[in-house]
């Protein structure tokens, strides 16, 4: 399973790779600090996965995940990881096309539960 992550955060995203790179089948193939570099990635890689923020610099993730979703080809599962877990936030990423939705202070291991699970599936 082909991932991408983005996440304006250097730590966030290396505590996932980290996290991510032990599990048989899975290889973190781009990251993304911004929605703009999430897109390119996904344009450039076609992942299975893409692992993606809200709050991030320019447009933010739900305007990235619109984008995504538009796409005719490669249209790859989404998790919102956030710590902007509130229920309108939660609604408007689902609205979007997210098929995850995740909070980060308290979700990090069921997010990789998750991405276990969907790569057996794979």
Do not use: W
Request: charged fraction near 35%.
């Amino acid at each position: 399973m082909r991932i991408v992550i983005a996440d304006d955060s250097e730590i966030v995203r290396s505590r996932l790779i980290e996290m991510l790179e032990g599990i048989k089948g899975i290889e973190v193939v781009a990251q993304a600090k911004d929605s703009r570099e999430a897109i390119d990635a996904i344009r450039t890689y076609h992942p299975d996965l893409v692992i993606m923020d809200i709050r991030m610099p320019g447009n933010d993730g739900i305007v990235a995940i619109e984008t995504i979703r538009k796409t005719k080809r490669n249209k790859p599962k989404i998790i919102v990881f956030t710590n902007y877990p509130y229920l309108q936030y939660r609604k408007k990423c689902m609205d979007a096309g997210a098929d995850f939705f995740f909070y980060k202070a308290l979700e990090f291991e069921k997010l990789v539960e998750l991405i276990k699970e969907l790569a057996q599936k794979n």
